[in-house]
């Protein structure tokens, strides 16, 4: 099996030893992601909703070069630096993602590369989905006992 490395030119990708996606296979994984433009400038600091629309642009460029598109993305994590802006990344994530729904986790961290970082995402992708199934199904609760 193959191993396709895709570099996206950023001068850290070689400093640290890291590729901004790994081809494995039918499988795609993309590096964390912040907001950095090609200057190492962050885009819209402090702006979670910019932030997150710009980070998954670099993350569907990643894809392409994979042979890959969002339409492939099965998981994706996302670190956010305060829950203040949880609501607005939410939002940038399901106006891109709605109708894909990748199994999805956020988390609250300290920080992040770059001032005014406040997103960072990763994203796993399989090629070759071609539709996607909604089950329709409800997870029943976790059983609760009450105390008195």
Same mark, same amino acid.
């Given at each position: ?83 203040? !802006? ?5 939002? /940038? ?29 990763? /994203?796993? /992708? ?8 909604? !089950?329709? !199904? ?11």
């Amino acid at each position: 099996m193959k191993r396709l490395n895709i570099d996206s030119g950023s001068v850290w990708e070689s400093q640290v030893g890291y590729s901004r996606a790994v081809r494995v296979g039918e499988q795609v994984f993309v590096t964390g992601t912040v907001a950095a433009d090609e200057s190492g400038s962050i885009h819209a600091p402090g702006d979670g909703y910019a932030q997150t629309q710009f980070i998954m642009r670099k993350i569907e460029t990643a894809l392409d070069h994979a042979g890959a598109s969002i339409h492939d993305i099965v998981r994706m994590r996302i670190y956010i630096t305060d829950m203040a !802006c949880a609501d607005a990344v939410g939002r /940038a994530h399901r106006e891109i993602l709605g109708n894909i729904r990748p199994a999805t986790t956020m988390v609250v961290v300290a920080g992040l590369w770059g001032e005014g970082s406040v997103v960072e995402i990763e /994203a796993d /992708a399989i090629l070759g989905v071609d539709e996607v199934d909604q !089950c329709g !199904c409800v997870m029943p609760e976790t059983s609760r006992t009450s105390s008195s």
